[in-house]
């Protein structure tokens, strides 16, 4: 059986900026690959460089050094107006505090995502509605997100960055804003998700959100330090 073929290669990426004068170097030659299908977890303490590496294989930020493969095609010399192209089409991005549009209905905060995709506005409608029956919120199409609950607003968060049919799911602590209850239901979407074929790449300071994936890379300052395959019963006990 041939093996599954790479939808992320970041390559001796490197980041440094500014803090308060003081060079900070949050990324010290970082190698990750992530094939199709994959359920990778990055964890490691506040400051390793984790929200860092996520935020560049989204196009979010540029590295200083290195270079990102991202669905075959190099993020090195691309613009701003490129990389938002890339991201609409291969990338979903799932954030902490979720980041919806709250004067805006559940249904048309995924609706516009597919829209912003290039989806037409029926299709996008369409599309919307299935992923809010998918994530279990058919009933909350005409919702705000402020009347949701903290684990409806991830639900709703998630149904929205899967809005594009994204190549690659990024995931910023995930379950960081919610209750013990609200994170165990956005986890074990995860796991829905990543059973039906989504990649996903999850970052995370916390170990057990972490064994949910099935391999899970550990980072400190700045470095990848190692990384494990979790076994089945890990990953069903994961919390």
């Given at each position: ?5 790479e939808v ?20 010290r ?10 359920f ?59 980041n ?36 279990g919120?058919?009933?909350?199409a005409?919702?705000?997100p ?52 989504q ?11 972490a ?20 076994t089945?019963?890990?990953r069903?006990?994961?919390?």
């Open positions: 059986m041939s093996a599954a073929p992320l290669r970041a390559v001796r990426l490197r980041k440094s900026f500014e803090s308060e004068g003081a060079p900070v170097r949050a990324l030659g970082v190698d990750l690959v992530v094939a199709a299908g994959e990778v977890a990055v964890t490691g303490p506040s400051g390793c460089g984790k929200s860092t590496l996520l935020n560049l294989v989204a196009g979010l930020e540029t590295p200083s050094d290195g270079d990102i493969v991202l669905a075959g095609q190099s993020l090195a010399g691309e613009n701003e107006s490129e990389l938002a192209h890339l991201r609409r089409r291969h990338v979903g991005f799932v954030f902490q505090f979720f919806l549009l709250e004067d805006t209905s559940a249904l048309e905060n995924v609706a516009l995502a597919a829209v912003i995709a290039g989806v037409s506005r029926r299709r996008a409608e369409v599309r919307a509605y299935e992923l809010l029956d998918l994530l919120l058919p009933d909350k005409g919702e705000l402020d009347v949701l609950s903290g684990g409806q607003r991830q639900r709703l968060a998630i149904a929205r960055a899967l809005a594009n049919e994204p190549t690659l799911l990024l995931a910023d602590e995930p379950t960081g804003a919610l209750d013990s209850a609200g994170g165990l239901e956005v986890l074990e979407l995860f796991r829905r998700l990543h059973a039906a074929g990649t996903i790449l999850l970052v995370t300071h916390d170990e057990h959100v064994e949910a994936a099935e391999r899970v890379v550990r980072m400190q300052d700045g470095r990848i330090v190692g990384s494990t395959i979790a089945p019963a890990v069903a006990v994961g919390r």
